[in-house]
């Protein structure tokens, strides 16, 4: 298959999963019930640095996870994006928390510069990352602008990429192109499904 068909096969797979995700009911209960999942995970309660997102639309929604995980004591980032790129922020309270230009719940201006409150890819034990799109065996599609794809490529191999998404979103497989990386887990309301990884 080309690299334009599977590009084609996925923006349909968007499509339809954008509805699926748009028309899932409870969507905060269902969420919760992720999040559950995620704090349960073996590899999570391990890691001292995790990177959470913070979620927009209709995406399973983890601001009601952030405040329990930053009581824990873990080190909590988010992602936040600057001329096309994600950065990382070190996330200490809601409060640091401000609604950007889309509507996007994302760190304080007067917070990104501070160097203590920046953190790189490397320094994760355990990341999150949202998706459109996704797999039984870690395969993930986003929106198509590579911005998830660009960062975990300098995450530590033994730090687990850990997609969530509610059930709906799941699809037999996903197109999977060269620059594609596969999530170690899927995390959704039924089951926490193991995936490929980055062995591919």
Do not use: N
């Not at 870690?138 to 191999?157: E, M, N, P, V």
């Not at 620059?179 to 039924?190: G, K, P, R, Y």
């Amino acid at each position: 298959m080309t690299e334009q068909e599977l590009a084609d096969q996925k923006a349909a797979i968007r499509t339809a999963a954008h509805a699926a995700r748009k028309a899932q009911p409870d969507k905060d209960a269902v969420s919760q019930r992720i999040t559950d999942r995620v704090f349960e995970m073996p590899q999570y309660v391990a890691a001292d640095c995790v990177m959470w997102y913070v979620d927009v639309r209709d995406e399973v929604r983890t601001r009601q996870a952030l405040p329990a995980a930053i009581a824990e004591g873990k080190r909590v980032v988010v992602p936040f994006c600057v001329d096309g790129e994600l950065e990382l922020f070190w996330l200490e309270s809601m409060a640091e928390l401000e609604l950007g230009m889309y509507k996007i719940l994302e760190p304080r201006s007067d917070l990104r510069d501070v160097a203590a409150k920046r953190v790189t890819p490397e320094q994760l034990d355990f990341v999150m990352v949202p998706g459109v799109g996704f797999d039984r065996r870690g395969g993930r599609t986003g929106h198509g602008k590579g911005y998830y794809d660009k960062l975990l490529q300098h995450a530590r191999s033994d730090a687990p990429l850990v997609a969530l998404g509610f059930e709906c979103q799941l699809f037999d497989e996903i197109p999977m192109q060269s620059h594609d990386i596969f999530m170690d887990a899927v995390v959704t309301e039924a089951a926490v499904y193991p995936g490929r990884g980055r062995r591919g």
